[in-house]
């Protein structure tokens, strides 16, 4: 249902937005449409955050697989960082795949080595990955991040986890351009003068036009 939701309210996106538009006095619809656009971006900057964090999971879970000669660990690391789309559960999950193959092609020891490294990466993930780095990407504070994200599991379970977290940025905006709400959005934003992802996005442009200089 909630995939036919988010299809059904894609095909008739501009219904939505000029609805908005239309709630708004004709001498403040210049603020509403600014707010659409604001929201509009929040899935890039989500999607730029998921994508931040499945690379730095990624990066984590070869290293960890390489100190314990782990075979074909660039591959193992790759599935788990691709898994990481869903949040939380997402490192437990693709951590089953090198699991299974330590103890099949390798060693009991090396199988528990795969377990202390799948729990230790994914308590990173929770309390410093998600909240800072994905939370950061759409503005929210690491404490709502977390708290988002277990009441999204807890009403919609793993499409809860994925979607509750770009909702709740969506929702801030709104409560920004609502009078009367502004200090509910100053409540769950996140105070840091700079946002992780702006941040990240633009050294990787910068790493890209420096190249083209070159070439």
């Not at 709104?174 to 105070?191: K, R, T």
């Amino acid at each position: 249902l909630v995939l036919v939701f988010i299809f059904l309210f894609l095909m008739q996106r501009n219904k939505y937005e000029n609805f908005v538009v239309m709630l708004y006095k004709e001498e403040k619809r210049n603020k509403a449409i600014n707010m659409i656009e604001r929201i509009s971006m929040v899935a890039q900057q989500y999607l730029t955050g998921r994508l931040v964090a499945g690379c730095i999971m990624g990066i984590l879970f070869l290293i960890g697989f390489l100190i314990i000669g782990l075979k074909n660990s660039v591959v193992l690391a790759l599935i788990v960082a691709i898994m990481t789309i869903i949040p939380y559960v997402g490192a437990l999950i693709g951590g089953l795949v090198p699991f299974f193959i330590s103890l099949i092609d390798g060693s009991l020891n090396q199988s528990i080595w795969v377990v202390i490294i799948i729990l230790l990466i994914n308590t990173i993930d929770h309390y410093i990955i998600e909240p800072y780095i994905v939370g950061g990407s759409v503005n929210i504070s690491p404490f709502f991040t977390i708290f988002v994200l277990i009441l999204g599991g807890l009403i919609w379970g793993i499409p809860g986890i994925i979607l509750f977290l770009p909702l709740s940025g969506i929702i801030k905006i709104v409560f920004e351009n609502v009078e009367g709400l502004q200090p509910y959005a100053a409540l769950i934003g996140d105070q840091r003068e700079s946002i992780v992802h702006k941040n990240t996005w633009s050294q990787i442009k910068g790493i890209f036009s420096r190249r083209k200089k070159r070439d």
